[in-house]
C-alpha cells in the first residue's frame, strides 16, 4: 500500500551492527504497528503504537526498540544486529476503533 | 489449512474454478478474523473480514465462512484467476491477545491457466 512506506527496501548488514528501519504513513491513522515475517511463519508483532506517547511490546520485542517521532512515522532499530534477525519486516497502521491492519511492502534484512 | 513450519499448504486449481482455504483458529473466544492476501515482494492486502457475530459475509468473487463450533473459518474464491496466485493469510483478534491480530502462517494458491 503506497500510503505505508518503508525504507529501505532492502538491507544488507553485519553481525553487531546498529540499523533502523522506518516507516511513514499518510493515512492519518493513530495506529502502527512493526511485524516480522519469516518463511513458513506467520507474521509476528515486535512493537506497536496507539498514539505518539504510546509504545508497547509485542511477541518477540527482545533485541529490537522503537520510536514514534511523529504520528505519521515510526521506526524500529536493532540495536546489535544478529544472524537470525534476518527476516522480512512490515510496518501496518491501523485507525483506532478498526482492527484492519493496512501494510507497507516490506524491508527484506539480511545479517551477515 | 494453515500450520506452522517451514512448509506451508499449498492448494493448486484451475483457472476459472472455485477455490477453497482453509483455517484453523485456536481462541474459541475470538471475535474478529480477517483474510490477508500477499504476492510475491508486496506486503499482505485486507480481503475480507467477519465478526464472531456473523456465520458467513460475502464480498466480491469471495465469500468467508465461520464455523465457531469447530472453531473454522474458510476463504472461498469464486472463479479463480491467475492474478489470485499468492499467499493466503487468516487471522484472529481475541482479548486473551490484547485484542491484536493473531496470524496463521499462510496457504499457497497456485492457479493454472
Known amino acids: 500500500d503506497a500510503d505505508v512506506t518503508q525504507t529501505p527496501r532492502n538491507r544488507i548488514t553485519k553481525t553487531g551492527k546498529r540499523i533502523m528501519l522506518e516507516c511513514s504513513q499518510t493515512k492519518g491513522h493513530d495506529r502502527m504497528y512493526w511485524y516480522r515475517q519469516d518463511p513458513g511463519l506467520g507474521l509476528r508483532l515486535i512493537y506497536y503504537s496507539f498514539d505518539v506517547k504510546d509504545i508497547n511490546k509485542g511477541e518477540i520485542s527482545d533485541g529490537y526498540s522503537v520510536s514514534r517521532q511523529a504520528q505519521a512515522k515510526f521506526s524500529l532499530s536493532l540495536e546489535s544486529a544478529i544472524p537470525n534477525q534476518t527476516a522480512l519486516y512490515f510496518c501496518a497502521t491501523s485507525p483506532r476503533g478498526n482492527e484492519k491492519l493496512f501494510f507497507g511492502s516490506g524491508t527484506q534484512l539480511s545479517v551477515l | ?113
Open chain 2, 1 to 113: 489449512g494453515e500450520s506452522v513450519g517451514l512448509h506451508l499448504p499449498t492448494l493448486s486449481v484451475q483457472e476459472g474454478d472455485n477455490s477453497i482455504i482453509n483455517c484453523a483458529y485456536s481462541n474459541s473466544a475470538s471475535d474478529y478474523f480477517i483474510w490477508y492476501k500477499q504476492e510475491s515482494g508486496k506486503g499482505p492486502q485486507f480481503i475480507i473480514d467477519i465478526r464472531s457475530n456473523m456465520d458467513k459475509r460475502q464480498g466480491q468473487r469471495v465469500t468467508v465462512l465461520l464455523n465457531k463450533t469447530v472453531k473454522h473459518l474458510s476463504l472461498q474464491i469464486a472463479a479463480t484467476q491467475p492474478g489470485d496466485s499468492a499467499v493466503y493469510f487468516c487471522a484472529e483478534k481475541a482479548r486473551e491477545y490484547g485484542n491484536k491480530l493473531v496470524f496463521g502462517a499462510g496457504t499457497i494458491l497456485r492457479v493454472k491457466s
